[in-house]
């Protein structure tokens, strides 16, 4: 059975630095990686998808890389903002199912 | 933009009580979701639906059902509210091409307290 984690589950850093957020899973067998961030109250916005045969997608100051063998997957944010703040969140579509399996999520918090 | 939305952002019911959750979705997609979300759990799959009058059970679908008579609606029924199942619920959609689901979609979510 597939398993998500994302190590920490919370992460303050003082504005302007560059983090990197983690994310694990057991099962290589995936199609695809997907980062959202969640908002404390509200749904999951889609920041980034990573499909199997690609190794990171890049959107503004984010960049996720995927190496599937590992089963790992980082979100690299860079010169931190304090509307950066929120959860979030990591999830693999598992190969033969339409279900994504999700982590519980790293609590960014960047302070002024 | 793509956008799913949700029938209500609260709502209390009482215990017993048939619940309604809706979701809609206007980008055509074939697949749609529905999950619950609790502090320390994480995101759980309750149904998730393919196609019109198809439906498949999640992880935790006891204590509900699902209904999608049209392809861009979704809804969640709680036959009998037990205060368990108060949560905040997430619907999703998502495309799938030869059968494999790509980015997916989310709701604001619906917050509900079971009194």
């Known amino acids: 059975k597939q398993e998500v984690t994302q190590i920490p589950a919370a992460l303050s850093v003082p504005e302007g630095e560059n983090l990197v957020l983690n994310c694990s899973f057991t099962?290589?067998?995936?199609?695809?990686l997907q980062w959202f961030r969640q908002d404390p109250g509200k749904g999951l916005t889609s920041l980034l998808l990573i499909q199997s045969s690609q190794r990171e997608q890049t959107s503004g100051r984010l960049n996720a890389s995927l190496d599937k063998s590992s089963g790992r997957s980082t979100l690299y944010i860079a010169a931190s903002q304090p509307g950066d703040s929120a959860t979030y969140l990591c999830?693999?579509?598992?190969?033969?199912?339409?279900?994504?399996?999700f982590g519980k999520g790293t609590k960014l918090t960047v302070n002024p | 933009d793509v956008k799913v939305t949700q029938s209500s952002r609260y709502l209390v019911k009482r215990t017993g009580e048939k619940v309604f959750l809706e979701c809609v979705q206007d980008?055509?997609?074939?697949?749609m979701f529905w999950y619950r979300q609790d502090p320390g759990l994480g995101l759980r799959l309750i149904y998730f639906?393919?196609?019109?009058?198809?439906?498949e059970k999640g992880d935790i679908p006891e204590g509900y059902s699902v209904s999608r008579e049209k392809k861009e609606r979704f809804s969640l029924i709680l036959e009998s509210a037990s205060t368990n199942q108060t949560s905040m619920y997430l619907c999703a959609s998502t495309p799938s091409i030869g059968g494999i689901s790509y980015e997916q979609y989310f709701g604001p979510g619906t917050r509900l307290t079971v009194t």
């Open positions: 980008m055509d997609h074939e697949n």
């Open positions: 999830a693999v579509f598992q190969g033969g199912s339409e279900k994504l399996v």
């Open positions: 099962d290589s067998a995936i199609y695809n």
């Open positions: 639906s393919y196609d019109v009058k198809m439906k």
